[in-house]
């Protein structure tokens, strides 16, 4: 089980600290990545990271502002989001993949995504 936390109502400019952590399952060996949703849109990738944070993916749209990060003590994956916009506004989610050959590359391509956190809510005002 995947649970997101974080999310909020944040002025343009702001910034947003989500968290993924995860039960059940040891996320250590696997490669994760952050995905949202805004209204009206289709699901979309925004960031991945290897399993040891050596290598991560981005976004075009992200770069640059969001980072992402993950501590495999605690089996939770960050998402830093500085310099908020309007548009970032959506439903975060994090997953996983069912194997641990999937890379960065993999997961921001949907590949192999097996679990999904219910997804928290990110409010960006103009």
């Known amino acids: 089980q995947l649970v997101e936390s974080g999310g909020g109502l944040v002025q343009a400019g702001g910034s947003l600290r989500l968290s993924c952590v995860a039960s059940?399952?040891?996320?250590?060996?696997?490669?994760m990545g952050w995905f949202r949703q805004g209204p009206g849109k289709e699901r979309e990738s925004v960031a991945s990271?290897?399993?040891?944070?050596?290598?991560?993916a981005y976004v075009d749209s992200v770069k640059g502002r969001f980072t992402i990060s993950r501590d495999n003590a605690k089996n939770t994956v960050y998402l830093q989001m500085n310099s908020l916009k309007p548009e970032d506004t959506a439903v975060y989610y994090c997953?996983?993949?069912?194997?641990?050959?999937?890379?960065?590359?993999?997961?921001?391509?949907?590949?192999?995504?097996?679990?999904w956190g219910q997804g928290t809510l990110v409010t960006v005002s103009s």
């Open positions: 997953a996983a993949p069912s194997t641990p050959v999937a890379g960065p590359g993999d997961i921001i391509r949907h590949s192999y995504l097996e679990d």
């Open positions: 059940g399952r040891s996320i250590g060996i696997y490669s």
């Open positions: 990271i290897s399993w040891n944070g050596d290598t991560t």
